[in-house]
Nanobody, 125 residues
């Protein structure tokens, strides 16, 4: 059964860093673009970052683009989201997703068909 499992979340002080990981149990990892989304309490889920199938292209939300780096290791079937300079407003559950978005739709949830259970990130002020 295909699944995604996130890890690396936790409690960190403002200004700190975290590296989120997402391991995929799929037949061919490079068949999929990978994305990260997040949902804060009382808010809708929002796009954070995405990476193309072979890692050649990355996409970031404006809110994180100067503080985050997304990468993937297809041999390990893993995607990594390094987040630096964390802010209290980054507090959310972070979800990993796999899908087949076009180059103009990486930010759209509906383009991703496989989702992880999420990992909590809490940033204290």
């Amino acid at each position: 059964q295909a699944q995604l499992v996130e890890s690396g979340g936790g409690l960190v002080q403002a200004g700190g860093s975290l590296r989120l990981s997402c391991v995929a149990s799929v037949r061919t990892f490079s068949d999929y673009a990978m994305g990260w989304f997040r949902q804060a309490p009382g808010r809708e889920r929002e796009f954070v970052a995405a990476v193309s199938r072979f890692g050649g292209n990355t996409y970031y939300a404006d809110s994180v683009k100067d503080r985050s780096t997304l990468s993937r290791d297809n041999a390990k079937k893993t995607v990594y989201l390094q987040m630096n300079g964390l802010k209290p407003e980054d507090t959310a559950v972070y979800y990993c997703a796999a899908g087949l978005p076009s180059t103009s739709s990486y930010y759209l949830e509906k383009k991703y068909h496989l989702w992880g259970q999420g990992t909590q990130v809490t940033v204290s002020s």
